[in-house]
């Protein structure tokens, strides 16, 4: 990651934060979805698979974000930026 211009790197710093927020709001529905698909329709239901499947990676995405916020804002935080 290169250093950046103190608002670059706190601007980046609020859109990865926000990522991570929408992200993790995403993941939580879908946690929510497949317990509701799955006690109305079961295990096997299509929409239960789909949404199973999408979860785990939205989480992940979201910790993704949340370090490169994390990334940038230490850049700040630590004056290593130009």
């Known amino acids: 990651m290169k250093h ?10 609020f859109k990865y934060l926000q990522r991570t927020s929408d992200l993790r709001e995403m ?9 509701w ?3 109305h ?3 096997t239901d299509e929409q239960v698979k789909l949404s199973r499947e999408k979860a785990p990676q939205l989480w992940i995405a979201a910790d993704e974000a949340d370090q490169l916020a994390r990334e940038y804002r230490r850049q ?3 004056g290593q930026v130009s």
């Not at 993941?27 to 317990?35: F, I, N, P, S, T």
């Open 4 to 13: 950046l211009r103190s608002t670059g790197a706190m601007d980046l710093a």
């Open 76 to 78: 700040v935080l630590h």
């Open 37 to 39: 698909y799955s006690g």
């Open 41 to 43: 329709f079961g295990l």
């Open 27 to 35: 993941a939580r529905h879908l946690d929510m979805e497949v317990q």
